[in-house]
C-alpha cells in the first residue's frame, strides 16, 4: 500500500456508445471494471452505484458474459431535481470469457456498489501421451 | 499632482456587488470544492427539504464521514480499491484514493435532523431547512 494517497479523480459516467444502443427508454453506461488474475480464477470488480442485489443479471451465453445490472428509478420519483452534476441509469457490459473458465462454478457478490464475479479456471486438460504401437 | 478618487460610490458598490455575487452565488460556485470535485453530486427538494445524493461505489460505511454545520456539509473518506497479492491486473478502471468535499448549500441546514443512508454505494443526505429559513405567515391584525 502506498504511504501517500491520492485523492479520487473524477471519473465521468461512460455512457454506451450507439452502436451499442438498446431499444429501452433509459440511459445506459459502460461500468467502470477491473479485471485481474489469480493463480485459480480471474476476477471482475464492477461499479454499480445505487443497484440493489436483486437487479443484478448475469448471463452466460456460450462464451459471452453479459451482466446488466438496472436501477431503481423509482427512489427519485418524488424529489424535485434542483442541482445536477451526473445522470443516472442502467449499467450493462458484455465480456468474451476464455474457455478456460469453468462456467459452472461462476459466483458473484456485491458490496457498496461494487460487483464481484469470480470465474474460476478451469482444470487444465491433462495432456495425454500417446503410445505408439 | 493630487489624486482624486473619481468616485469612492462607484469601486465600493463594486466590491460590494462582486463580493455579494460570490457569497450569494448559485451552488457551490465559489468554493475549493466546486464543480468538478469528486464526488459528485446531485441535489434535490422534498417538502422543502434538501436530498444530497452521491454516489460513491467501492466506499466503506466506515470509511465515510459526513459533517454539517450551518450551510455547509463536508464529505470526506477514503475509497480502498484492493487486488489480490498475487492477482496480475488485465483491466484497471477504478480508482481509488481519499476525497474531501465541501458544499455550501443556499439555505441553512437544522443540524440536529440531518439523516443519512448509506445503500449499495450511494449516498443519500437528508438536510432539512432550519426553522429560521422557513417562511412564516403573518396574521394581518
Known amino acids: 500500500m502506498a504511504a501517500v494517497q491520492r485523492e479520487v479523480a473524477l471519473q465521468e459516467k461512460r455512457e454506451l456508445s450507439p452502436a451499442q444502443e438498446r431499444t429501452e427508454a433509459a440511459k445506459f453506461y459502460s461500468p467502470y471494471t477491473d479485471i485481474y488474475e489469480t493463480k485459480d480464477a480471474v476476477i471482475v470488480t464492477m461499479e454499480v452505484p445505487g443497484v440493489a442485489k436483486p437487479d443484478i443479471d448475469i448471463r452466460l451465453e456460450k462464451s459471452q458474459l453479459t451482466i446488466t445490472s438496472n436501477i431503481d428509478s423509482k427512489r427519485y420519483e418524488t424529489l424535485e431535481p434542483i442541482y445536477a452534476e451526473y445522470n443516472v441509469g442502467n449499467f450493462v457490459r458484455s465480456f468474451t470469457l476464455s474457455t478456460k473458465i469453468d462456467s459452472n462454478s461462476i459466483a458473484a457478490s456485491v458490496a457498496d456498489g461494487v460487483l464481484t464475479v469470480r470465474l474460476p479456471k478451469a482444470a487444465e486438460p491433462i495432456a495425454k501421451r500417446i503410445a505408439l504401437d | ?141
Open chain 2, 1 to 141: 499632482m493630487v489624486l482624486r478618487m473619481r468616485d469612492p460610490f462607484a469601486a465600493l458598490l463594486a466590491v460590494q456587488r462582486a463580493m455579494d455575487n460570490a457569497t450569494r452565488s448559485d451552488w457551490f460556485g465559489t468554493l475549493t470544492g466546486g464543480r468538478g470535485a469528486y464526488p459528485p453530486v446531485n441535489v434535490f427538494e422534498e417538502n422543502g427539504d434538501f436530498v444530497l445524493v452521491a454516489e460513491l461505489p467501492g466506499v466503506k460505511k466506515e470509511d465515510l464521514d459526513i459533517q454539517v454545520k450551518g450551510d455547509t456539509v463536508r464529505v470526506h473518506g477514503k475509497k480502498t480499491v484492493e487486488y489480490a497479492d498475487d492477482a496480475s491486473v488485465h483491466r484497471r478502471e477504478r480508482v481509488g484514493g481519499e476525497f474531501d468535499r465541501t458544499l455550501t448549500l443556499p439555505a441553512q441546514i437544522d443540524v440536529a435532523k440531518v439523516t443519512a443512508d448509506y445503500r449499495d454505494g450511494v449516498l443519500t443526505l437528508r438536510l432539512p431547512r432550519a426553522e429560521s429559513e422557513k417562511p412564516r405567515s403573518v396574521t394581518i391584525n
